[in-house]
């Protein structure tokens, strides 16, 4: 289960990287968010 979660967050990471390079502050804040409610 830790695998497929891993896999669908690099996924995840791929496809915000390819929308936009910009976002990618966003997309350190929304990691907070998961990591602070999905604790690994």
Known sequence: ???G???YE???GLIMVFL???DYRRWD???QI???TFPL
């Open 34 to 36: 998961i990591l602070y």
């Open 10 to 12: 690099v996924i995840i």
């Open 29 to 31: 804040l929304l990691m």
């Open 20 to 22: 936009s390079e910009a």
């Open 1 to 3: 289960m830790f695998a």
């Open 5 to 7: 979660w891993l896999g």
